[in-house]
């Protein structure tokens, strides 16, 4: 291969996530008409908070329509994970907003969170969205935007009335849809990649996804189980936890990483909902702390460690 194709190639996962960025700031401030040009002609969205649209024009239209003035809009996109294969990307990806009314003297404000799942095409004018899914699952507070959104799913098992999610992992999640990726990042990116496979196998109540990414003998200590030591009893675990939870968002914040050969050391600061003020708006406050230790097992990295940490909001 040659180094330009070979740098075409390493750049896919870029590219598409420069196409998400710009769409989720768009989102954030509501001038979505300057990125009808991202999607494809006959995109697809399925929106929990939205409805569903099918067509560039309608997604566009149908987003623009439902979004209620805000004073104050700061949205977080996290955990972010893209598989690229022959023209296709699948990404999967958090959002974290803040909707607040500025008060003059303070703030009064909203939160929210939900995951997604794209589909990307690669075309003559580059990458294009080709589906987009949003799952809300939480919100908090009163402002205008969000009153309009449907609840949240937050009871598990079916009754004749259920809503379905928008979202199912086995299907949408891009280790099921392009197990193996065509590009190879360099080992920080693989390393944060492991952790975000984690907090999204937890999430989403798709513990199979975590069979390949813990070493055999990983011990754990995290709220609220405390430790743990092995990969099935961990499993098990976190299985017998999940069930009759409906949501978990473990959203990444900033991060630190040391590696040292096939060892490696990862820090990450989860972001959780706090009493933002004007002071705080754009500082980066948060509440919990993981520290994790991996290593590499023929080329993988997995996790061996990790200790979970709660305490009160701090800045990094």
Avoid at 122 to 151: C, M, P, V, Y
Wanted: glycine fraction near 8%.
């Amino acid at each position: 291969m040659s180094t330009d194709n070979q740098m075409k190639k390493q750049s896919n996962r870029k590219e598409i996530s420069e196409v998400f960025s710009q769409f989720a700031k768009a989102y954030e401030t509501g001038e979505l008409t300057s990125i009808k040009h991202l999607f494809l002609k006959d995109a697809k969205a399925s929106l929990s908070n939205h409805g569903n649209f099918e067509g560039r024009e309608a997604i566009i239209e149908g987003l623009s329509s439902s979004l209620v003035p805000v004073d104050v809009a700061r949205h977080y996109v996290t955990n972010e994970y893209i598989a690229v294969a022959t023209g296709v990307g699948q990404q999967s990806a958090y959002l974290t907003g803040i909707l607040a009314d500025d008060l003059g003297e303070r703030l009064d404000p909203s939160w929210y969170s939900g995951h997604y799942t794209n589909t990307y095409e690669h075309t003559d004018e580059g990458w294009k969205i080709a589906a987009i899914r949003f799952e809300l699952d939480w919100k908090i507070g009163n402002h205008s935007r969000i009153r309009q959104w449907e609840e949240p799913i937050d009871k598990l098992g079916w009754n004749p009335n259920v809503k379905l999610p928008h979202i199912i992992s086995g299907l949408d999640a891009p280790w099921h849809v392009i197990p193996h990726s065509e590009e190879k990042d360099s080992n920080e990116v693989q390393i944060l990649d492991v952790f975000t496979r984690y907090t999204w196998a937890v999430d989403q109540w798709d513990i199979g996804l975590l069979g390949d990414i813990l070493t055999d003998d990983i011990a754990t200590n995290v709220v609220p189980f405390g430790e743990v030591t092995g990969r099935r009893e961990f499993m098990t675990t976190l299985q017998t936890f999940r069930t009759g939870r409906v949501n978990l968002h473990h959203v990444i914040g900033d991060y630190r990483i040391e590696i040292n050969g096939d060892k490696a050391k990862l820090q990450v600061y989860r972001l959780v909902p706090y009493n933002v003020s004007k002071e705080l708006l754009d500082k980066n406050i948060y509440g919990a702390t993981y520290n994790c230790s991996l290593r590499r097992e023929e080329g993988v990295w997995k996790l061996e460690r990790f200790d979970y940490t709660e305490g009160e909001l701090f800045e990094v």
